[in-house]
C-alpha cells in the first residue's frame, strides 16, 4: 500500500508556527513515528508553500497511490484549481486538518475543496493524519 501525504503552506513550521493551535511538534518528527507505526506501509511525504507545486504533486501521484492525505492548508478555503486537480485524478483524496477549522475563523469554516475529496477530517491534531491513514487501510474509500 503506497500512501501520499501532501502539506501545504505554513505547514514547513509546524512545531514553530502557532504552537498553542497546531502543537510543538515537526512534521518530520511525526512522520518518524507514523513510519514505526505503519511499517507495512509506503507514506510518502511532500510539502509545498506553492499551489501550482501542490497540483503537479496531485497529478504526479493521483493515479499511483491507494490514497491522498491533503492538508492545503490556507489552499483550502480559496483553491478551486485544487479542487479541479482532485477531481482530475483517479486516487482518493481525504481533506485533512489538524485544527477543528469550524471553531475558528468564519473564514477558515469554508471549503473549496471538501466537495472533491473522498471524506474529510478535522480537529485532531496531528492524529488526524493518522485517522486518515486508518481510513484508507479500512478501504471503507
Ligand atoms: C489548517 C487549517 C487552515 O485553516 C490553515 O490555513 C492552515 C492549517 C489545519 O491543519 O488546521 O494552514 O489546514
Given at each position: 500500500m503506497k500512501i501520499q501525504i501532501i502539506n501545504g503552506p505554513?505547514?514547513?513550521?509546524?512545531?514553530?508556527?502557532?504552537p498553542g493551535i497546531y502543537?510543538?511538534?515537526?512534521f518530520e518528527d511525526y512522520l518518524q513515528e507514523l513510519a514505526e507505526i505503519y511499517s507495512g506501509i509506503e507514506i510518502r511525504y511532500y510539502q509545498s508553500n506553492v499551489e501550482g507545486e501542490l497540483i503537479n504533486k496531485i497529478h504526479e501521484t493521483g493515479f499511483t497511490c491507494d490514497g491522498i492525505i491533503l492538508n492545503?492548508?490556507?489552499?483550502?478555503?480559496?483553491?478551486i484549481a485544487i479542487h479541479d486537480a482532485i477531481k482530475s485524478v483517479k486516487s482518493p483524496v481525504i481533506e485533512i486538518h489538524?485544527?477543528?477549522?469550524?471553531?475558528?475563523?468564519?473564514?477558515?469554516?469554508?471549503?473549496?475543496?471538501a466537495g472533491a475529496c473522498k471524506g474529510v477530517i478535522a480537529g485532531?491534531?496531528?492524529n488526524s493524519y493518522r485517522l486518515a491513514i486508518e481510513a484508507i487501510k479500512m478501504n471503507t474509500i
Open positions: 505554513n505547514l514547513n513550521l509546524l512545531g514553530i508556527r502557532e502543537g510543538t511538534s515537526s492545503a492548508g490556507a489552499y483550502t478555503h480559496t483553491s489538524i485544527s477543528n477549522v469550524h471553531t475558528r475563523e468564519s473564514f477558515r469554516r469554508q471549503s473549496m475543496i485532531f491534531g496531528m
